[in-house]
């Protein structure tokens, strides 16, 4: 976030008076008065410096930490430059040391491909023969199965999408729309599967970068975007795939948060790439007229749950207006807006900048609070965002009666952990609690959670009430 803040943001006090849209308006004004173009940071100096470093990790046997560091060069050269074809012949070499050799010849060709000249290729193709005699068997891609997911439940609820028929959305005055059980379900029983609206990766320095951006495949030999040398691919298949469907128009924006990041894929989502986008902003205006009754009964209709714009946008019903501690998320709204305008063809000729500065202000709101963040490697060193609409209306509780399973393409399913009688409520631990993410993790998200009424939660953990970083966030969160 500093990054992101020291480059483009501006002083933007909160004024008691405004509203949220007259801050977006302000912001928007301002904005059109600063450049929005976003200089190449790309260095051949770097990139040199990387193949040193990584060169010196190889005469120490860190093969790993070189294959880091080629990865950080590949990032920092234009592609199909002759540096950028020994950088992938320099790590297929170190892939090769580590035995994935799989991901070893597909970097070699990789510099052949590009070579510029026939001694260099000459080179590359005795690397590629080096990497041919050490390998035991012609590789083969490893993939790890993650088994069947069982079928729900009862089949599915015919008014809630992918929740069970053993399942019923209620509404209460004390804790407004949650779910119960309306049939015995037994432990181990499947109540929800739902596949994941949108994923985001979460940004790591690159010396742990070990997936592909797109298909989220656990590897080595990552392909960088050749636009903005950001994004990381496992082949020019996901590389092409992302591009069309969301990453052109994120390309320009490598030096972004991990929540921008996350509402443009969002955004390029819910509108299928602004083919959408006037549906998405007439939406946000009836969200705007809604009163609270109404607002109740909206969430129950089947037409707005499930894998839709409505279901999405939905999420941000809760969302207090013209709170001040919505000032960072105006901020981002606007800039976004302005950047979508100026360095894409997002917006089709769409010139009302402001309500899609509204619309991307509910979306911002959406993922700190809904977002759910889950682990992709055992080390716990990289991981991705999900935003799964009708999990988001289950309640919290860190002693859930639920447990879950992450499948292929971000599907999960949730699981009974216990017996469950009709009439019991189904909770969800939507917050991991280890010791070390609990100051920066778990406490802030609790402030948002218990705000909306979703945590139902009163054990010792929850309670905190003997945690001062609880008592810290909470009387920041006040003040800003």
């Known amino acids: 976030m500093n990054s992101f803040e020291e480059r483009f943001a501006y002083s933007l006090h909160f004024d008691e008076a405004k509203s949220d849209e007259d801050r977006l308006k302000k912001c928007i004004d301002q904005l059109f008065e600063k450049s929005l173009i976003i200089d190449d940071t790309r260095s051949t100096n770097n990139a040199l410096l990387f193949l040193s470093l990584a060169s010196r990790a190889k005469s120490r046997g860190d093969y790993d930490e070189a294959v880091n560091f080629y990865t950080k060069g590949?990032?920092?050269?234009?592609?199909?430059?002759?540096?950028?074809?020994i950088l992938y012949s320099n790590r297929a070499k170190a892939l090769g040391c580590l035995q994935m050799y799989e991901e070893s010849l597909i970097d070699i060709d990789r510099a052949i491909e590009?070579?510029?000249?026939?001694?260099?290729?000459?080179?590359?193709?005795?690397?590629?023969?080096?990497?041919?005699?050490?390998?035991?068997?012609?590789?083969?891609?490893?993939t790890i199965s993650t088994g069947n997911i069982l079928s729900l439940l009862h089949n599915e609820n015919k008014d809630i999408p992918g929740m069970s028929y053993a399942v019923r959305l209620v509404h209460s005055t004390k804790y407004g729309v949650n779910f119960e059980a309306t049939k015995p379900i037994g432990s181990g029983d499947v109540i929800l599967i739902e596949k994941s609206q949108v994923t985001s990766i979460i940004q790591t320095d690159v010396d742990v970068a070990r997936m592909c951006y797109y298909c989220l495949r656990d590897y080595r030999a990552l392909l960088p975007c050749e636009r903005c040398n950001s994004a990381l691919y496992c082949s020019k298949e996901c590389r092409a795939k992302a591009y069309e469907e969301y990453h052109r128009f994120q390309c320009n924006s490598k030096n972004f948060p991990d929540d921008v990041q996350f509402v443009i894929i969002l955004l390029m989502k819910i509108t299928e790439n602004g083919e959408k986008l006037a549906e998405a902003i007439k939406y946000c205006e009836k969200l705007d007229t809604m009163n609270a009754d109404s607002m109740q009964e909206f969430c129950t209709i089947r037409d707005n749950l499930g894998d839709n714009l409505k279901s999405v946008l939905n999420l941000s019903i809760s969302m207090k207006k013209n709170d001040k501690r919505n000032a960072k998320n105006i901020l981002k709204s606007a800039y976004i807006a302005s950047f979508l305008r100026s360095q894409t063809n997002y917006m089709r000729g769409y010139n009302d900048i402001l309500s899609i500065a509204k619309l991307l202000f509910r979306l911002f709101y959406i993922f700190h609070a809904y977002a759910f963040m889950r682990h992709t490697s055992l080390d716990c060193r990289s991981g991705v965002y999900d935003l799964y609409p009708v999990l988001s209306l289950v309640h919290h509780s860190c002693c859930a009666n639920t447990v879950y399973s992450i499948y292929k393409n971000g599907v999960i399913a949730v699981r009974a952990a216990k017996d469950m009688k009709p009439g019991e409520q189904i909770t969800f631990n939507f917050l991991r609690t280890n010791f070390v993410n609990l100051a920066i993790e778990f406490v802030p998200r609790q402030v948002i959670l218990k705000e909306h009424k979703r945590i139902l939660c009163d054990c010792s953990t929850c309670e905190l009430s003997r945690c001062p970083e609880r008592d810290r966030i909470l009387r920041t969160s006040d003040r800003n």
């Open 74 to 85: 590949l990032q920092e050269v234009f592609p199909y430059c002759e540096l950028s074809a």
């Open 114 to 142: 590009i070579s510029p000249n026939t001694e260099l290729t000459k080179h590359f193709k005795d690397t590629k023969k080096w990497i041919e005699d050490h390998a035991p068997v012609r590789p083969q891609i490893k």
